[in-house]
């Protein structure tokens, strides 16, 4: 599972008061499964914010991604809530349910067949974190029934091992050997991005992760635009705000929580 799942999360908040929590726009989807809660979703050109207050539905799940700017979460309820992380392109291999009607659907966990209908409570009901785990991954590995095309596959690892050489849309589809429009529909279909927009964010996320290494200094990050083809400065903070709502600098001083591809800023009232 592990080249398809990159995290489970689960998130436990037994009390009633406001939380804040900000994440960073990345390739990846998160399927959110909530008990009891009432999700309102805000996503539009000025907007990204999720809503979650008390509700009447036993269960609800949705899918969260392709963010071209910070996503706000406000809780005013208690919440226990299982979140499964999925790697770029990897939701295609468990359904062919297209992307547009995955995000917005209420109901996103429908699409894991499972002879026990009662699953979900059994989930929630193991309060060993570890267990509730090893029934998710049964779950999964029992839907796995589809491979991701091999031009994808080499699309996604050109991006990765790409460095500081920025490859543009056109460069990808002539190493792959195919045409523009074939390289975004391939995209589409089993990523849910178009290519310039996985590219865009898949920079953002590696300067991301490599000014917060605390090992970096702060000269780091004005070097870091120029090792990543940015023009100058300028454009490189430009891009960084609009998908961080910050400047490199601001952000490093707000992150809550820093592990591997996960940062998040926490606020508490």
């Known amino acids: ?27 990846n989807l998160c399927l959110a499964i909530y008990r009891e809660n009432k999700i309102d979703y805000i996503k539009d050109s000025d907007c990204n914010n999720c809503l979650i207050t008390p509700g009447t539905v036993n269960f609800k799940s949705r899918l969260f991604g392709f963010h071209k700017m910070p996503f706000n979460v406000e809780i005013r309820t208690s919440l226990d809530q299982v979140c499964i992380l999925f790697h770029p392109a990897a939701l295609s291999v468990f359904t062919r349910e297209s992307f547009e009607d995955l995000i917005s659907s209420d109901h996103v966990f429908d699409i894991f067949k499972n002879r026990n209908e009662f699953i979900l409570e059994q989930i929630f009901e193991e309060e060993n974190f570890s267990i509730r785990a090893d029934k998710l991954e049964s ?19 050109l991006i990765g091992k790409g460095g500081e050489h920025h490859l543009s849309v056109e460069t990808l ?97």
């Open 173 to 269: 589809a002539g190493k792959l050997g195919i045409s523009n429009p074939t390289l975004f529909r391939l995209f589409k279909n089993n990523v849910g991005l178009n290519p310039k927009s996985y590219i865009r964010t898949w920079r953002f996320r590696n300067i991301l992760n490599e000014i917060l290494d605390k090992r970096s200094a702060l000269k780091t990050l004005t070097s870091a635009g120029h090792s990543h083809l940015y023009y100058d400065q300028a454009h490189f903070i430009k891009d960084f705000r609009s998908f961080s709502g910050h400047s490199p600098n601001q952000l490093i001083d707000k992150i809550s929580i820093e592990h591997n591809d996960l940062a998040w800023i926490f606020n508490k009232k």
């Open 139 to 157: 779950l999964l590995l029992a839907n796995l029934n589809d491979r991701q095309p091999e031009k994808l596959k080499e699309a996604l690892y």
């Open 1 to 27: 599972m592990k080249k398809y799942i990159q995290y489970f999360l689960f998130f436990k908040k037994t009390d009633a008061n406001i939380l804040n929590y900000s994440t960073f726009p990345n390739n």
